[in-house]
T-cell receptor, first 114, second 111 residues
Framework: NAGVTQTPKFQVLKTGQSMTLQCAQDMNHEYMSWYRQDPGMGLRLIHYSVGAGITDQGEVPNGYNVSRSTTEDFPLRLLSAAPSQTSVYFC?????????????FGPGTRLTVL | DQQVKQNSPSLSVQEGRISILNCDYT??????FLWYKKYPAEGPTFLISISSIKDKNEDGRFTVFLNKSAKHLSLHIVPSQPGDSAVYFC??????????FGTGTRLTVIP
């Protein structure tokens, strides 16, 4: 049981490049989400999914795309990276939703956009 | 605009004493509140939660208090232990799926 895994751990991009941050969970959780953490800002919700084929926007969705084709995976795509997207990204999963004690976070991906 | 605020970026406490971490919120639609603990290079881990229909919830050394009229919650850790040294985030739920985090308080427990 690996929990929530994220790859890569670190990534450096140039402005305008695209990339996908991977997130996978092996707990058969329906709810998955992406957050970004910036200094002095706490974690902010980017996108979330309540099940395969269902996604919705969070607080800061601009510049990011998501899809959920399987229960296990929830990739986050940056189509054209900008320096403002330099951040630490956390993926999380939960049995049902963001409430309660069942939400588990991955270890994070540190992204730098030059 | 930050809807959940933790006004103390850091707190230092002697081992064995009480740690009190505070959190304020502005959105009256929040009805569920959580505290997460975060160590460096790791994701946050759930600590304790409280529904808006309660004013207190305890779990071992951790107690969360909610004052809805003041839009304020606090986390008490007693007694504090060196292993409690971490960054603590409060978070508030609007509906089932939207979670808003505070900016975090770095707790240092001095042996």
């Amino acid at each position: 049981n690996a929990g929530v895994t994220q790859t890569p751990k670190f990534q450096v991009l140039k402005t305008g490049q695209s990339m996908t941050l991977q997130c996978a969970q092996d707990m058969n959780h329906e709810y998955m989400s992406w957050y970004r953490q910036d200094p002095g800002m706490g974690l902010r919700l980017i996108h979330y999914s309540v099940g395969a084929g269902i996604t919705d926007q969070g607080e800061v969705p601009n510049g990011y795309n998501v899809s959920r084709s399987t229960t296990e995976d929830f990739p986050l795509r940056l189509l054209s990276a900008a320096p403002s997207q330099t951040s630490v990204y956390f993926c999380a999963s939960s049995y049902a939703n963001a409430r309660g004690d069942t939400q588990y976070f991955g270890p994070g991906t540190r992204l730098t956009v030059l | 605009d930050q809807q959940v605020k933790q006004n103390s970026p850091s707190l230092s406490v002697q081992e064995g004493r009480i740690s009190i971490l505070n959190c304020d919120y502005t959105n009256s639609m929040f009805d569920y509140f959580l505290w997460y603990k975060k160590y460096p290079a790791e994701g946050p881990t759930f600590l304790i939660s409280i529904s808006s229909i309660k004013d207190k919830n305890e779990d071992g050394r951790f107690t969360v208090f909610l004052n809805k009229s003041a839009k304020h919650l606090s986390l008490h850790i007693v007694p504090s232990q060196p292993g409690d040294s971490a960054v603590y985030f409060c978070a508030a739920c609007e509906g089932a799926n939207n979670l808003f985090f505070g900016t975090g308080t770095r707790l240092t427990v001095i042996p």
